[in-house]
């Protein structure tokens, strides 16, 4: 049984082996990014602060295509789905503005769910966090999959950062 804290985050096991923990990690900070963005609006979702465009709707949106390319597209080869598949790049961030809260939240929840089927797939297949991505970058160099989790925990940290100031800039919550 996973402990969660009173945002609703589940604890990274504090002894659990590589799979994981870095998994753990990883579900942290999806958690993270829905609890800065749980019980807003649209108006709330559409709030930017200071100069920059990137909003709560943005990073879900955003986020929901960053798992789609590494754990789908990249880890096992597969051509993008809707809507990814038709988008510009950046597209996200000017979308979510157009799509209402429900919307936003199915995209990025049916992706985070996705990329939970996909990385079982792949640690099933055998290999664990060595399995090497199917599709390489353009030099040749394929990532494994403990590099592409570790760079979604990363990214998935970087972006909470953004989603606390702009959480706090719309009601005023704080923490963590």
Known sequence: MTDVDEYGRPEPPQAGDEIATLLGFLDFQRATLAWKCRGLDAAGLAVMVGVSEVTLGGL???????????????????????????????WEWGAAAAEPPERLWAIWEEAVDRSRACVAEALGEGGGMDRLAARPWPNGVAPSLRWIVTHMIEEYARHNGHADLIREAVDGSTGE
């Open 60 to 90: 879900l949106m955003h986020l929901a295509r960053v798992e789609e390319i590494w754990f789908s597209v990249r880890l096992h080869g597969r051509d993008h789905t809707p809507p990814w598949d038709k988008a510009e790049w950046a």
